[in-house]
């Protein structure tokens, strides 16, 4: 070996694949938990970066964004062309799909136009056997001339084999001789066109044959930038040639796919026609419209009942056991202390540090659930299944997932839309996710609603949940239509191969998501809650003269429409730090806790009354974790401040219909 | 030629044409919707979304999709 192994030598890798691939799995298996999660600068899709060492050579590791070809059609595809043309990796590293080798090898085909040397992990051997097609990685290899090692990252296969082929790639010993694909003999001549005129222009460091094919290919960020660099006269040659080659985009694509054809047609194997898979059967049940929908309505009972049956007694552990012990503790520490400093240590500080830890139950399982379903394939088709119904609010299937996830929280419902292509559908799917129920605002519907309602309470909170949903329903209609102009997104997605989930890529899922909301949440959570206890104490020492109280006196003309008082506009007030804040709220304007409190709700609310704070409740502007993702997820105050107003008109005026409602039919 | 949504489960339609915006044509010639590739639809109701077979994926298209896309049906043989 030339490598001296004491010498402190570090390499680059990008590893790059199309969505589907078990990419996550193989970064995961290669860096263990030396990985670090942050963002790509000014942008908020997830960068991920990791090392290993390989005889003494430190390797870092850099998880590009999952592609299916490397145009400016996102801005995933942005990032990842980018990172490789101006990081200039030692070595790229593709896994590629076995079981979809076709559409896999098409990415290949872009990298292959790049300058760093690429080596093929063919992953998912085992999947792609289960389905009856085989390919020879050898012949593959002899064909592409670059190296290929097959893998089955899942079950640890093979990745000793990566390590060794991207060591030997980035040191020169494996031979790297790349068919690299050329464009269709009838674009040759202009594509040489371009280039002649392109060439002196081209600004570093990218590659001049690459920037006149994606000009052919129509794509609007070269275009843009080339746009920018040329002289205005050759600008007008290449923007002439151009138009006459509008349609060349499709051309440059079928002969990427004629190149992958040659390259496999000695190494794939295909099933005969006709053969039924695995995938195929489920799918008759999974993907049919109405057992689809009972399968889902089955799948997503199941999640909701395990978040109640264990996740909703942890959090009770944890509130009296942690939150309540510590409150003890700090009552203890800071008994010769003045009072304002044990206020502030108990209900502004754990106030809202208890908010965050509480809730760490309900959201593993429910990132767990999620990681679950989207590593075994489900997920895709529950967002099929449930493609006709957001459709009618100018969404597509995609968008279900992240307002599903908003039941357990709805931060990472707002952060979950990321997964969707289009801006305006990622935009509205984060404005209708605060009306999703979730599990802090139904504490506080669990709580209220007996006091109202009595044995009609299950009933009750069950209309509530529906009232939301039906509200987000017409909501999407309407923001869609005023906003949008009725625009749909494009619905194109992959329903990936079922296979058996791996619990430490879903492991690692739920740490890292787990980890990201207590980063971003908990901070803001924690300011928050310190800075309405202090309105909520000043300047006087005690609620009723606060100005908190003022607020919510200023609140109370809007109260009275709806029959409520200052003190439950003030409730609703604190819910903004925490949903569940209300019922400690309530405790602290009408004194005593849990039967006491009720005996006095009851006393001064009408059934009327309380039916609609409970429907303000549900509406009501987000908490302030969620108002923070919107404003990081959106990218500026304007959108929030949208989402904050709609909602607190919304909750008014569906708070004040209900209590005049009510009133007339007698309640 | 007729739209890609008017294929029922089970046959096989050629690519000939995709219409639609330039990002639109991209993505699903990304995906492997060039001309005379074989598309086979797997799941067509009439209404709502379908599922599609194309160069070993299942693709789910939303019914306004698949009608951008044009194929030539291809006889059973």
Not at chain 1, 226 to 242: G, N, R, Y
Request: aromatic share 8%.
């Amino acid at each position: 070996m030339s490598i001296d192994s004491s010498s402190d030598k570090t390499i680059t890798v990008a590893l790059t694949g199309q969505p589907n691939v078990g990419k996550s799995t193989v970064f995961n298996v290669l860096t263990g938990l030396n990985q670090h999660v942050g963002n790509w600068p000014g942008k908020t899709i997830a960068q991920k970066v990791g090392t290993y060492s390989h005889n003494g050579v430190t390797v870092s590791i850099v998880d590009l964004p999952g592609t299916y070809s490397l145009s400016a059609n996102s801005p995933e595809e942005l990032i990842a062309r980018e990172y490789i043309i101006r990081e200039k990796p030692d070595v790229v590293a593709v896994i590629l799909n076995a079981a979809a080798l076709e559409r896999n090898l098409y990415l290949l085909a872009e990298l292959l136009a790049l300058p760093s040397p690429v080596v093929v992990g063919l992953n998912m051997v085992d999947v792609a056997d289960h389905e009856g097609i085989k390919v020879e990685p050898k012949v593959l290899a002899a064909a592409l001339g670059v190296p290929v090692v097959p893998m089955v990252a899942s079950k640890n296969q093979g990745l000793d084999d990566l390590v060794a082929a991207i060591a030997g790639l980035s040191s020169g010993e494996l031979p790297y001789t790349p068919k690299v694909p050329r464009i269709r003999p009838e674009h040759r001549e202009v594509l040489a066109e371009l280039c002649a005129l392109c060439e002196e222009h081209v600004p570093q460091p990218y590659p001049a044959e690459w920037v006149a094919i994606k000009l052919l290919e129509g794509d609007s960020e070269i275009t843009k930038m080339m746009e920018a660099h040329l002289p205005d006269k050759v600008w007008q040659k290449v923007h002439d040639i151009l138009l006459a080659h509008e349609d060349a985009v499709i051309d440059v694509a079928g002969g990427r796919y004629e190149w992958v054809g040659r390259m496999t047609r000695a190494a794939l194997v295909r099933p005969g026609v006709g053969q039924v898979t695995f995938t195929d059967r489920l799918d008759r049940a999974a993907t049919h419209p109405w057992w689809g929908m009972l399968l889902l309505a089955g799948v997503l009972g199941l999640i909701f009942g395990l978040t109640y049956t264990i996740g909703a007694p942890l959090q009770e552990l944890l509130d009296t056991y942690v939150i309540g012990g510590l409150s003890d503790l700090a009552g203890v520490l800071l008994s010769s202390a003045p009072e304002w400093l044990l206020g502030l240590v108990v209900d502004g500080i754990l106030g809202g540090a208890g908010m965050v830890i509480t809730f760490l139950p309900i959201l593993v399982i429910f990132f767990a659930a999620m990681g679950l379903l989207e590593d075994m394939g489900y997920m895709a088709r529950a967002a099929y299944v449930m493609d006709r119904f957001m459709h009618l609010m100018g969404l597509h299937g995609k968008s279900f997932m992240p307002l599903f996830l908003g039941f357990g929280c709805n931060v990472p419902a707002v952060v979950g839309a990321r997964i969707i292509e289009s801006r305006r559908a990622r935009l509205l799917t984060i404005l209708l996710a605060p009306l999703v129920p979730c599990t802090a605002r139904m504490v506080v519907v669990a709580f209220l609603t007996p006091i109202f309602f009595g044995a009609a309470a299950p009933l009750v909170s069950w209309g509530l949940i529906l009232m939301s949903l039906l509200v987000l329903a017409v909501s999407g209609v309407i923001l869609n239509k005023v906003l949008f102009k009725g625009e749909r997104a494009a619905f194109i997605m992959e329903l990936p191969l079922y296979h058996l989930p791996n619990g430490h890529t879903i492991g690692l899922l739920v740490w890292q998501r787990t980890l990201e909301f207590l980063k971003k949440a908990g901070t803001i959570i924690l300011i928050i809650s310190v800075m309405v206890w202090a309105l909520s104490v000043l300047p006087y020492g005690d609620v009723e003269s606060s100005l908190l109280a003022g607020l919510g006196r200023l609140l109370a003309p809007v109260g009275g429409l709806m029959g409520l008082d200052w003190r439950m506009m003030v409730a609703l007030l604190t819910s903004f730090v925490a949903k569940e804040n209300t019922i400690a709220s309530l405790g602290i304007l009408f004194g005593g806790q849990g039967a006491q409190l009720a005996d006095s709700l009851s006393g001064v609310l009408t059934p009327a009354a309380g039916l609609a704070f409970l429907v303000v409740q549900m509406l009501f502007i987000p908490c302030v974790g969620t108002v923070a993702a919107i404003k990081q997820e959106t990218e500026g105050w304007k959108w929030t401040w949208f989402s904050l107003i709609f909602l607190l008109l919304l909750s008014f005026a569906a708070g004040i219909g209900v209590y005049q409602l009510a009133r007339l039919a007698g309640l | 030629m007729v739209p890609l949504s008017k294929l029922g489960a089970g046959e096989i339609g050629l690519v000939s044409k995709l219409n639609g915006g330039r990002r639109m044509v991209s993505r699903l010639a990304a995906l492997g919707f060039t001309p005379d590739a074989e598309v086979i639809m797997v799941q067509n109701f009439g209404h709502g979304p379908l599922i599609v077979n194309v160069r070993d994926t299942r693709i789910a298209l939303g019914r306004g999709e698949a009608g951008k896309i044009g194929v030539v049906k291809k006889e059973a043989s």
